[in-house]
């Protein structure tokens, strides 16, 4: 439980203490508690949104400007060639879609679910300042089939 200003900063804490903090507390001094609190035998905590978008992002924030600066330079490769190899086109895809992110503690998946949203927003802006991204050919390519499938189980119905 945390007490500052004489108020409980998250009053969530204080319905899983078995015991109430003895002792007087100045105000504008700050109280930490580590005894009491029932979530820890579960093993249950809850990280705020706010701290768990900040970590996601400083914790991408190197990775997502390197993958950056590759796929930037493999666009430029890609622009500059004639011949369009697939390959290159390939790479870079890859240099947008290959990240891999593990959370082994995974529990509400909440941190994971931050960096899909972080990576998707970062992948849509390159995707704007870059509209000739083989991905973007891709997603309209998957776009369309789906659309006829869509139509086809329309008619057979």
Not at 27 to 36: A, H, I, M, P, T
Not at 83 to 90: D, Q, R
Not at 135 to 157: D, G, M
Request: charged letters at 35%.
């Amino acid at each position: 439980m945390v007490i500052y200003k004489e108020e409980i900063l998250d009053a969530k804490f204080a319905e899983d203490q078995k015991q109430k903090p003895r002792g007087f507390i100045e105000k504008g001094e700050l109280y930490l508690s580590v005894r009491g609190l029932g979530r820890k035998g579960t093993g249950s905590y809850y990280t705020p949104d706010e701290i768990v978008v900040f970590l996601v992002r400083r914790g991408l924030e190197a990775n997502l400007r390197t993958r950056e600066q590759f796929f930037l330079a493999d666009m430029n490769l890609l622009r500059a060639s004639k011949t369009k190899e697939p390959e290159l086109k390939k790479k870079c895809t890859e240099d947008l879609l290959g990240l891999k992110i593990v959370d082994p503690a995974m529990g509400s998946g909440h941190f994971l679910v931050a960096a899909v949203n972080e990576v998707t927003g970062w992948i849509i802006n390159l995707l704007k300042e870059n509209p000739d991204a083989p991905l973007l050919t891709e997603i309209e390519e998957y776009r369309k089939e789906i659309v006829e499938l869509r139509a086809r189980s329309w008619k057979s119905r």
